[in-house]
């Protein structure tokens, strides 16, 4: 069945980086549109970012766009959110998600599958 694992989350001082990690199995890889949100204690899930994994289109959220890249591996299977200039913000619990029959891809659309998360806290 199809699983996502995330990795990464840490703490770290406002200015600072991090690097997501999602490990993704159970399905053809390199079909599909898969996404990285966040969730803040006593917030709404926000979308952060997309990639569709065969051509490698993403779409960002204004918050996080021109500090964080998404990218893919379709070799190890693995999608990353690599994240710059950390802002407290950011904070939240990160997750990523799936759909693997997508025919198109951006961060309004339903996801099917989704990981456990990893937590992001940036302090000022």
């Known amino acids: 069945q199809v699983q996502l694992v995330e990795s990464g989350g840490d703490s770290v001082q406002a200015g600072g980086s991090l690097t997501l990690s999602c490990a993704a199995s159970?399905?053809?890889?390199?079909?599909?549109?898969m996404g990285w949100f966040r969730q803040a204690p006593g917030k709404k899930r926000e979308a952060v970012a997309s990639i569709f994994a065969g051509t490698g289109g993403t779409e960002y959220a204004v918050s996080v766009k021109g500090r964080f890249t998404i990218t893919r591996d379709k070799v190890a299977n693995m999608v990353y959110l690599q994240m710059n200039s950390l802002k407290p913000e950011d904070t939240g619990m990160y997750y990523c998600?799936?759909?693997?029959?997508?025919?198109?891809?951006?961060?309004?659309?339903?996801?099917?599958?989704w990981g456990q998360g990893t937590q992001v806290t940036v302090s000022s």
């Open positions: 998600a799936t759909d693997p029959r997508a025919s198109w891809c951006g961060l309004t659309r339903d996801f099917d599958y």
């Open positions: 159970g399905y053809t890889f390199s079909r599909g549109c």
